[in-house]
């Protein structure tokens, strides 16, 4: 008597699984355009940036097959949404109000999230690598008490990163 209760439940469960689907939360993945970026201390920084940070934190996201299945989805977006609201270096030329927290933040290891290190090795960053982000991240965008060096309320930003005025 098991066997068809049990088979009701995996039923009842796979619906379940195919109609959160339908769920239209989660489905936008366009990367709005690029507006501005800071003007980086280094090209190391920007690049070591890019390859942990970058996802949740500019406009240059890449959405993985598993960002497009509900439930996974749902948070997926959600993680995206609120970092680009707390830091984007897509989009300079608007307040970034907590910058000056970004190299705070990995150094006490709360950024990169641990749930997104396992599907992104190579955000991954040896020690040597982490403190030259953090030292590169204090110089470009402040650190604690600064503000961020950036932004129309921030002072010295610019547009496109690596260009040299």
């Known amino acids: 008597m098991k066997r068809p209760k049990l088979s009701r439940v995996l039923l009842v ?3 379940l699984g ?9 489905w936008n993945h366009a990367n709005p355009a690029v507006a501005a970026e800071p003007k980086w201390d280094k090209p190391r920084t920007r690049e070591l940036f890019f390859r942990a940070c ?3 934190h500019s406009n240059e996201t890449k959405w993985p097959l598993y960002s497009r299945i ?3 989805s749902w948070l997926v977006y959600n993680d995206i949404q609120e970092g680009r609201e707390h830091l ?3 989009e300079w030329n608007r307040p970034q109000k907590d910058a000056h927290e970004a190299a705070e933040e990995l150094q006490k290891g709360a950024m990169p999230l641990p749930i997104y290190l396992p599907l992104h090795p190579e955000a991954r960053l ?9 030292a590169g991240l204090a110089a470009t965008l402040g650190g604690e008490g600064e503000g961020a060096k950036g932004g129309p309320t921030g002072g010295e930003g610019g547009e496109g990163g690596d260009d040299d005025d």
């Open 13 to 15: 469960l796979a619906a």
């Open 18 to 26: 195919l109609a959160i689907q339908l769920v239209p939360y989660g």
């Open 54 to 56: 970058a996802d949740c």
């Open 126 to 134: 040896s020690p040597a690598e982490k403190a030259e982000l953090v």
């Open 70 to 72: 509900a439930p996974v």
């Open 88 to 90: 984007n270096v897509s």
